[in-house]
């Protein structure tokens, strides 16, 4: 290791100290220049970040540890328990890293993940994430919206939703030597759900790129919906005629809809809805229509019978 000598820096700016060997880490890893030039803030700990904006879409909630957002995980590509993928992730190769965005759009494009890193300021954004499993975080990520991304390809008139791929490799990810769900994992949206300001094409966390086990080097995050529609490591991003089928559609139609919107009515086919477990709390909390987010999302949903439409 090699040794490294803090500056002198106020106590006030000093980052926490896993966050700083995580970058640390990272630094070690890709080497130190080439890193800070693919990084559109500086990454030695102490150091203002620059270039990222506090998002007004913030919750004003206490932000879950920094420890469980990385180390409480379902990715199920690195395993089906809470701690597998933190364990197993090391695996997975970020870099080089591509998102081929397709289907019906007048400009597809190969998007490079250097690309995608600069293509808009960074945003920190507070999002709570509820899992269908009933537990929540609220996590400081760093993204920006995927309107962004989607306006650079035009959608054609076909383009009614839009379907996230993540990576297929069963060498880098061990899990998928196992059929627990059709792999490579997918997800949907409609595409005006994809459009909304909310949804987040997400790169980093807690001030940093994003962890592995949290979907690196890039994921969305839809805070509204239950987390699995949150896909993580997407090479692919296509936009369809057709509804797309998502793989916890296929792994049980009457468990997982393809909305999946975070409602504490529609009871899961085992479990009920009402309630959930905040990650680090001992009590249960009600869980919230859209997960809070009513007031941005309701009217995308305006005349739908969301009992049906899960
Ligand atoms: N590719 C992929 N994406 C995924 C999953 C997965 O297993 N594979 N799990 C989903 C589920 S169920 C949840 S709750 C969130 C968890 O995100 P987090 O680990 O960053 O909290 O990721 C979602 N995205
Ligand atoms: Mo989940």
């Known amino acids: 290791m090699s040794a490294y000598k803090p500056p002198a820096i106020p106590s006030s700016e000093i980052t926490p100290k896993n966050l700083f060997l995580a ?134 008139s076909k383009a009614k939703y839009v379907e996230f791929v993540s990576l297929l490799d069963p060498v880098q990810m061990p899990g998928q030597r196992s059929m627990v769900l059709e792999w490579p994992y997918r997800e949907g949206l409609r595409i005006d759900e994809a459009m909304h300001p909310l949804t987040l094409l997400t790169l980093g966390l807690y001030g940093e790129l994003l962890p592995n086990q949290n979907g690196a080097p890039i994921r969305i995050v839809v805070p509204w919906k239950y987390g699995f529609k949150s896909a993580k490591s997407i090479v692919s991003i296509r936009f369809t005629e057709q509804q797309p089928i998502s793989s916890w559609m296929r792994a049980g139609p009457n468990e997982y809809g393809f909305y999946s919107n975070v409602n504490p009515d529609v009871d899961h086919a085992r479990w009920s809805q009402a309630k959930e477990r905040r990650i680090g709390d001992f009590l249960k909390r009600k869980t919230l229509y859209f997960n809070g987010y009513q007031d941005e999302v309701a009217q995308l949903y305006a005349g739908m019978d969301l009992q049906k439409n899960f």
């Open 23 to 156: 970058r640390r880490k990272f630094m070690q890893m890709a080497g130190g220049a080439a890193a800070a030039a693919l990084l559109p803030t500086s990454l030695w700990a102490g150091e203002k970040l620059s270039g990222i904006v506090k998002s007004g879409y913030t919750v004003n909630e206490e932000l879950t540890p920094y420890k469980d957002v990385t180390s409480y995980n379902n990715f199920y590509e690195f395993g089906t328990g809470k701690e597998d993928p933190a364990q197993n992730a090391g695996t997975l190769k970020t870099r080089p890293w591509t998102v081929t965005v397709e289907g019906e759009v007048n400009k597809p494009k190969v998007f490079d993940i250097e690309e995608l890193l600069k293509m808009a300021p960074l945003e920190e954004r507070v999002y709570r994430l509820r899992c269908v499993e009933a537990w929540s975080m609220v996590v400081p990520w760093l993204g920006f919206p995927l309107a962004e991304l989607i306006k650079r390809v035009e959608p054609n």
